[in-house]
Protein backbone atom coordinates (compact mmCIF):
# COMPACT_ATOMS: atom_id res chain seq x y z
CA UNK A 1 0.00 0.00 0.00
CA UNK A 2 2.69 2.51 0.65
CA UNK A 3 4.26 2.46 -2.51
CA UNK A 4 4.59 6.20 -2.59
CA UNK A 5 6.25 8.79 -0.20
CA UNK A 6 3.89 10.94 1.63
CA UNK A 7 3.79 13.19 3.94
CA UNK A 8 1.20 14.71 5.72
CA UNK A 9 1.33 17.59 8.86
CA UNK A 10 -1.08 17.53 10.96
CA UNK A 11 -2.43 20.58 13.13
CA UNK A 12 -4.16 20.80 16.36
CA UNK A 13 -5.51 23.68 17.99
CA UNK A 14 -9.02 22.37 19.61
CA UNK A 15 -8.69 23.50 23.63
CA UNK A 16 -4.87 24.41 25.16
CA UNK A 17 -2.24 22.80 22.87
CA UNK A 18 -0.96 23.72 20.38
CA UNK A 19 0.60 20.96 18.50
CA UNK A 20 1.70 20.14 14.89
CA UNK A 21 3.05 16.62 14.13
CA UNK A 22 4.93 14.85 10.32
CA UNK A 23 3.65 11.51 9.45
CA UNK A 24 5.29 9.64 6.50
CA UNK A 25 3.51 7.01 4.93
CA UNK A 26 2.09 6.01 8.68
CA UNK A 27 4.97 6.51 10.85
CA UNK A 28 5.41 10.21 12.82
CA UNK A 29 8.24 11.95 11.94
CA UNK A 30 8.05 14.98 14.78
CA UNK A 31 5.31 15.77 17.13
CA UNK A 32 5.67 19.00 18.59
CA UNK A 33 3.27 20.45 21.40
CA UNK A 34 3.38 23.75 22.90
CA UNK A 35 1.46 23.32 26.37
CA UNK A 36 -0.41 26.60 27.62
CA UNK A 37 0.89 27.02 31.30
CA UNK A 38 -0.91 30.46 31.79
CA UNK A 39 -4.23 28.43 32.50
CA UNK A 40 -2.95 26.95 35.66
CA UNK A 41 -3.26 29.82 37.83
CA UNK A 42 -7.38 30.27 36.67
CA UNK A 43 -7.86 26.55 37.36
CA UNK A 44 -9.34 25.68 33.97
CA UNK A 45 -8.77 26.92 30.56
CA UNK A 46 -9.85 30.27 29.71
CA UNK A 47 -10.88 29.98 25.84
CA UNK A 48 -10.24 33.85 25.04
CA UNK A 49 -6.50 33.38 26.30
CA UNK A 50 -6.03 29.72 24.69
CA UNK A 51 -7.02 31.57 21.12
CA UNK A 52 -4.18 34.01 21.91
CA UNK A 53 -1.51 31.68 22.80
CA UNK A 54 -2.42 29.49 19.51
CA UNK A 55 -2.07 32.86 17.59
CA UNK A 56 1.47 33.41 18.87
CA UNK A 57 2.43 29.73 19.03
CA UNK A 58 1.17 28.43 16.14
CA UNK A 59 3.84 29.18 13.61
CA UNK A 60 6.91 28.59 15.55
CA UNK A 61 5.13 25.16 16.35
CA UNK A 62 4.37 24.21 12.74
CA UNK A 63 8.03 25.16 11.73
CA UNK A 64 9.63 23.16 14.28
CA UNK A 65 7.76 19.98 12.99
CA UNK A 66 9.04 19.95 9.69
CA UNK A 67 12.08 21.14 11.31
CA UNK A 68 12.54 17.45 13.25
CA UNK A 69 11.00 15.81 10.65
CA UNK A 70 13.82 16.40 8.45
CA UNK A 71 12.04 17.38 5.48
CA UNK A 72 11.24 21.26 3.81
CA UNK A 73 7.15 22.28 3.41
CA UNK A 74 7.87 21.88 -0.31
CA UNK A 75 7.98 17.80 0.53
CA UNK A 76 4.21 18.10 1.96
CA UNK A 77 1.54 15.62 0.26
CA UNK A 78 -0.96 17.74 2.33
CA UNK A 79 -2.26 19.77 4.99
CA UNK A 80 -4.64 17.88 8.06
CA UNK A 81 -6.13 20.39 10.73
CA UNK A 82 -8.85 19.52 13.78
CA UNK A 83 -11.70 21.25 12.54
CA UNK A 84 -13.85 20.55 15.43
CA UNK A 85 -15.06 19.71 18.25
CA UNK A 86 -13.52 22.19 20.70
CA UNK A 87 -13.50 25.77 21.37
CA UNK A 88 -14.17 28.12 18.62
CA UNK A 89 -11.49 30.39 18.85
CA UNK A 90 -8.90 27.64 19.24
CA UNK A 91 -10.20 25.89 16.14
CA UNK A 92 -10.48 29.04 13.89
CA UNK A 93 -6.46 29.90 14.58
CA UNK A 94 -5.45 26.08 13.34
CA UNK A 95 -8.01 26.47 10.59
CA UNK A 96 -7.51 29.48 9.19
CA UNK A 97 -3.59 28.73 9.79
CA UNK A 98 -3.90 25.34 8.06
CA UNK A 99 -6.19 26.94 5.03
CA UNK A 100 -3.94 29.01 3.94
CA UNK A 101 -0.95 26.79 4.31
CA UNK A 102 -2.15 24.47 1.83
CA UNK A 103 -3.51 26.74 0.00
CA UNK A 104 0.20 28.63 -0.47
CA UNK A 105 1.82 25.26 -1.37
CA UNK A 106 -1.13 24.16 -3.89
CA UNK A 107 -1.29 20.62 -1.83
CA UNK A 108 -4.70 19.37 -0.71
CA UNK A 109 -6.23 20.43 2.76
CA UNK A 110 -7.95 17.42 4.84
CA UNK A 111 -10.30 18.01 7.76
CA UNK A 112 -10.46 16.16 10.86
CA UNK A 113 -12.49 15.43 14.10
CA UNK A 114 -10.83 15.79 16.69
CA UNK A 115 -12.81 12.53 18.42
CA UNK A 116 -12.39 10.40 15.62
CA UNK A 117 -8.44 11.47 15.70
CA UNK A 118 -8.13 10.25 19.64
CA UNK A 119 -9.33 6.56 18.47
CA UNK A 120 -7.38 6.77 15.29
CA UNK A 121 -4.15 7.61 16.93
CA UNK A 122 -3.94 3.87 17.42
CA UNK A 123 -3.15 2.94 13.88
CA UNK A 124 -0.07 5.08 14.15
CA UNK A 125 2.60 2.92 13.15
CA UNK A 126 4.72 1.84 16.62
CA UNK A 127 7.08 -0.46 17.55
CA UNK A 128 5.31 -2.57 20.37
CA UNK A 129 2.00 -1.05 20.44
CA UNK A 130 -0.36 -3.38 18.29
CA UNK A 131 -3.38 -1.79 15.78
CA UNK A 132 -6.96 -2.90 17.15
CA UNK A 133 -9.21 -4.99 14.85
CA UNK A 134 -12.54 -3.70 13.87
CA UNK A 135 -14.89 -3.60 14.98
CA UNK A 136 -13.63 -2.52 18.29
CA UNK A 137 -14.84 -0.28 21.20
CA UNK A 138 -13.20 2.84 22.16
CA UNK A 139 -13.45 4.12 25.00
CA UNK A 140 -11.96 8.02 25.19
CA UNK A 141 -11.27 9.76 28.56
CA UNK A 142 -10.05 13.38 28.58
CA UNK A 143 -10.58 16.57 30.65
CA UNK A 144 -12.98 17.60 27.56
CA UNK A 145 -14.48 14.55 26.81
CA UNK A 146 -15.91 11.09 27.99
CA UNK A 147 -17.48 8.51 25.63
CA UNK A 148 -17.90 5.13 24.27
CA UNK A 149 -17.59 4.29 20.36
CA UNK A 150 -18.36 1.57 18.70
CA UNK A 151 -15.53 1.66 15.56
CA UNK A 152 -17.12 -0.71 12.33
CA UNK A 153 -13.93 0.82 10.53
CA UNK A 154 -12.01 3.96 10.62
CA UNK A 155 -14.67 6.21 9.00
CA UNK A 156 -17.29 4.43 10.44
CA UNK A 157 -18.11 4.84 14.38
CA UNK A 158 -21.31 5.13 16.43
CA UNK A 159 -20.84 6.97 19.84
CA UNK A 160 -22.92 4.79 22.09
CA UNK A 161 -22.33 6.29 25.58
CA UNK A 162 -21.49 9.61 26.62
CA UNK A 163 -21.34 11.80 29.46
CA UNK A 164 -24.45 14.06 30.32
CA UNK A 165 -22.68 16.46 32.32
CA UNK A 166 -18.91 16.38 32.79
CA UNK A 167 -16.06 15.25 31.24
CA UNK A 168 -14.22 12.41 33.42
CA UNK A 169 -11.07 14.53 33.77
CA UNK A 170 -12.85 17.57 34.62
CA UNK A 171 -13.93 14.66 37.88
CA UNK A 172 -10.28 14.68 38.68
CA UNK A 173 -9.53 18.33 38.36
CA UNK A 174 -12.82 19.49 40.17
CA UNK A 175 -12.51 16.78 43.24
CA UNK A 176 -9.08 17.43 43.56
CA UNK A 177 -9.97 21.59 43.37
CA UNK A 178 -12.36 20.76 46.83
CA UNK A 179 -8.80 18.95 47.96
CA UNK A 180 -6.72 22.19 47.19
CA UNK A 181 -4.69 20.38 44.44
CA UNK A 182 -3.24 21.91 41.76
CA UNK A 183 -4.54 22.25 38.06
CA UNK A 184 -4.88 19.54 36.42
CA UNK A 185 -5.27 17.51 39.68
CA UNK A 186 -5.65 14.20 37.44
CA UNK A 187 -2.00 13.53 38.06
CA UNK A 188 -1.40 13.76 41.57
CA UNK A 189 -4.78 11.88 42.66
CA UNK A 190 -3.28 9.14 40.78
CA UNK A 191 -0.03 9.93 42.45
CA UNK A 192 -1.62 9.79 45.65
CA UNK A 193 -4.17 7.15 45.16
CA UNK A 194 -1.22 4.21 45.27
CA UNK A 195 -0.26 5.69 48.82
CA UNK A 196 -4.23 5.50 50.09
CA UNK A 197 -7.13 3.10 50.82
CA UNK A 198 -9.44 2.82 48.20
CA UNK A 199 -12.13 1.37 49.96
CA UNK A 200 -11.38 4.19 53.03
CA UNK A 201 -14.67 6.12 52.11
CA UNK A 202 -17.95 5.38 49.98
CA UNK A 203 -18.81 8.07 47.42
CA UNK A 204 -21.99 6.65 45.14
CA UNK A 205 -21.63 5.69 42.08
CA UNK A 206 -24.24 7.75 39.99
CA UNK A 207 -27.26 6.08 38.25
CA UNK A 208 -27.27 7.23 34.49
CA UNK A 209 -29.21 5.41 31.41
CA UNK A 210 -27.60 2.92 29.37
CA UNK A 211 -24.35 3.57 28.49
CA UNK A 212 -23.75 7.15 28.98
CA UNK A 213 -22.27 8.69 31.86
CA UNK A 214 -22.38 11.55 34.94
CA UNK A 215 -19.67 13.22 36.77
CA UNK A 216 -21.30 16.47 38.22
CA UNK A 217 -23.37 14.46 41.10
CA UNK A 218 -20.03 12.99 41.92
CA UNK A 219 -18.66 16.32 42.36
CA UNK A 220 -21.19 17.72 44.45
CA UNK A 221 -20.82 14.18 47.12
CA UNK A 222 -17.21 15.26 47.59
CA UNK A 223 -17.56 18.76 48.15
CA UNK A 224 -20.59 18.03 50.85
CA UNK A 225 -18.73 15.15 52.17
CA UNK A 226 -15.30 17.34 52.59
CA UNK A 227 -17.18 20.28 54.12
CA UNK A 228 -19.08 18.09 56.64
CA UNK A 229 -15.83 16.42 57.50
CA UNK A 230 -13.64 19.51 58.23
CA UNK A 231 -16.25 20.91 60.05
CA UNK A 232 -15.45 18.23 63.19
CA UNK A 233 -11.65 18.08 62.36
CA UNK A 234 -10.26 21.23 60.26
CA UNK A 235 -7.70 18.94 59.45
CA UNK A 236 -9.37 16.52 57.91
CA UNK A 237 -8.41 16.43 54.52
CA UNK A 238 -4.66 17.18 55.39
CA UNK A 239 -4.41 13.71 57.55
CA UNK A 240 -6.52 11.69 54.98
CA UNK A 241 -5.67 13.15 51.83
CA UNK A 242 -3.99 9.92 49.93
CA UNK A 243 -7.22 7.82 51.70
CA UNK A 244 -9.44 10.48 49.60
CA UNK A 245 -7.97 10.55 46.26
CA UNK A 246 -7.94 6.78 46.46
CA UNK A 247 -11.04 6.39 46.82
CA UNK A 248 -12.27 9.13 44.49
CA UNK A 249 -9.81 7.32 41.93
CA UNK A 250 -11.37 3.79 42.78
CA UNK A 251 -15.07 5.23 42.29
CA UNK A 252 -14.08 7.10 39.28
CA UNK A 253 -12.20 4.04 37.88
CA UNK A 254 -15.53 1.75 39.05
CA UNK A 255 -17.74 4.19 36.91
CA UNK A 256 -15.81 3.49 33.73
CA UNK A 257 -15.27 0.03 34.17
CA UNK A 258 -18.68 -0.77 35.11
CA UNK A 259 -20.11 0.90 31.52
CA UNK A 260 -17.45 -0.83 29.67
CA UNK A 261 -18.67 -4.03 30.91
CA UNK A 262 -22.07 -3.19 29.70
CA UNK A 263 -20.88 -2.33 26.40
CA UNK A 264 -19.19 -5.26 25.64
CA UNK A 265 -21.99 -7.43 26.72
CA UNK A 266 -24.55 -5.28 24.13
CA UNK A 267 -22.23 -5.17 21.73
CA UNK A 268 -20.73 -8.72 22.11
CA UNK A 269 -17.31 -6.88 21.15
CA UNK A 270 -13.84 -7.68 23.65
CA UNK A 271 -11.24 -5.85 21.56
CA UNK A 272 -11.11 -2.44 23.97
CA UNK A 273 -9.23 0.67 23.17
CA UNK A 274 -8.96 3.91 25.33
CA UNK A 275 -7.49 7.41 24.77
CA UNK A 276 -7.57 10.29 25.95
CA UNK A 277 -5.61 12.09 29.11
CA UNK A 278 -6.79 10.45 31.44
CA UNK A 279 -5.76 6.71 30.09
CA UNK A 280 -2.59 7.66 31.62
CA UNK A 281 -3.98 7.16 35.11
CA UNK A 282 -2.70 3.35 36.71
CA UNK A 283 -5.95 2.67 38.25
CA UNK A 284 -7.93 2.40 34.78
CA UNK A 285 -5.02 0.78 33.06
CA UNK A 286 -4.85 -1.65 35.84
CA UNK A 287 -8.61 -2.22 36.08
CA UNK A 288 -8.65 -2.55 32.11
CA UNK A 289 -5.40 -5.50 32.76
CA UNK A 290 -7.88 -7.03 34.77
CA UNK A 291 -10.86 -7.47 32.44
CA UNK A 292 -8.47 -9.39 29.95
CA UNK A 293 -8.22 -11.91 32.30
CA UNK A 294 -11.69 -11.69 34.03
CA UNK A 295 -13.55 -10.85 30.76
CA UNK A 296 -11.07 -11.85 27.96
CA UNK A 297 -10.76 -8.59 26.24
CA UNK A 298 -7.82 -7.36 24.49
CA UNK A 299 -7.00 -3.91 25.34
CA UNK A 300 -5.46 -1.56 23.03
CA UNK A 301 -3.47 1.77 25.26
CA UNK A 302 -1.58 4.07 22.83
CA UNK A 303 1.82 5.37 23.59
CA UNK A 304 1.29 8.37 25.82
CA UNK A 305 2.33 11.34 23.54
CA UNK A 306 -0.36 9.90 21.29
CA UNK A 307 -3.17 9.45 23.74
CA UNK A 308 -3.26 13.57 25.39
CA UNK A 309 -4.53 16.20 22.92
CA UNK A 310 -1.64 15.65 19.95
CA UNK A 311 -0.93 16.13 16.41
CA UNK A 312 0.08 13.21 15.35
CA UNK A 313 -3.22 12.00 15.55
CA UNK A 314 -4.28 14.71 13.23
CA UNK A 315 -1.65 13.72 11.11
CA UNK A 316 -2.29 9.58 11.21
CA UNK A 317 -5.98 11.00 10.11
CA UNK A 318 -4.98 13.40 7.27
CA UNK A 319 -2.48 10.29 6.09
CA UNK A 320 -5.79 7.19 6.37
CA UNK A 321 -7.94 9.84 4.70
CA UNK A 322 -5.45 10.92 1.92
CA UNK A 323 -5.37 7.66 0.80
CA UNK A 324 -8.66 7.92 -0.04
CA UNK A 325 -8.84 10.82 -1.56
CA UNK A 326 -11.16 12.20 0.62
CA UNK A 327 -9.92 16.44 0.87
CA UNK A 328 -11.54 19.23 2.19
CA UNK A 329 -12.87 22.55 0.15
CA UNK A 330 -11.40 25.89 0.90
CA UNK A 331 -14.49 26.88 2.36
CA UNK A 332 -14.40 24.53 4.72
CA UNK A 333 -15.32 26.31 8.80
CA UNK A 334 -14.37 25.17 11.72
CA UNK A 335 -17.29 23.58 13.81
CA UNK A 336 -16.93 24.20 17.64
CA UNK A 337 -19.34 20.95 18.23
CA UNK A 338 -18.53 18.53 15.47
CA UNK A 339 -19.76 15.06 16.01
CA UNK A 340 -18.73 11.52 15.58
O1 LIG B 1 -6.25 14.62 26.82
P1 LIG B 1 -5.83 15.70 27.75
O2 LIG B 1 -4.38 16.02 27.87
O3 LIG B 1 -6.55 17.05 27.38
C1 LIG B 1 -7.92 17.19 27.22
O4 LIG B 1 -8.59 17.39 28.25
O5 LIG B 1 -8.42 17.07 26.09
O6 LIG B 1 -6.42 15.31 29.19
C2 LIG B 1 -6.21 16.10 30.32
C3 LIG B 1 -6.96 15.49 31.48
C4 LIG B 1 -6.96 16.36 32.72
O7 LIG B 1 -8.28 16.41 33.22
C5 LIG B 1 -6.03 15.60 33.67
O8 LIG B 1 -6.34 15.79 35.03
C6 LIG B 1 -6.25 14.18 33.24
O9 LIG B 1 -6.37 14.23 31.84
N1 LIG B 1 -5.15 13.28 33.62
C7 LIG B 1 -5.26 12.29 34.53
C8 LIG B 1 -3.99 11.70 34.63
N2 LIG B 1 -3.14 12.34 33.76
C9 LIG B 1 -3.87 13.30 33.16
N3 LIG B 1 -6.32 11.89 35.23
C10 LIG B 1 -6.13 10.86 36.06
N4 LIG B 1 -4.94 10.23 36.24
C11 LIG B 1 -3.85 10.60 35.53
N5 LIG B 1 -2.69 9.97 35.70
ZN1 LIG C 1 -8.89 15.69 23.14
Known amino acids: MNSQNIFILGIESSCDDTAASVIHNGRILSNVVANQKIHEAYGGVVPELASRAHQQNIV???????????ITK??????SFTRGPGLMGSLLVGTSFAKSLAYG????LIDVNHMQAHILAHYIDEAGFKKPPFPF???TISGGHTQIVKVNHYFDMKVIGETIDDAVGEAFD?????LGLGY???PEIDKRSKLGNPKAFKFTKPKVDALNFSFSGLKTAILYFVQRETKANPNFVEENLNDICASIQHTIIGILIDKLKKASKETGIKHIAIGGGVSANSGIRQALKDGEQKFGWTTYIPKFEYTTDNAAMIAIVGYLKYLESDFSKQNVMASARLKI
Open 184 to 186: PAG
Open 174 to 178: KSGKI
Open 60 to 70: PVVHQAIKEAG
Open 74 to 79: EDLNAV
Open 105 to 108: LNIP
Open 137 to 139: LAM
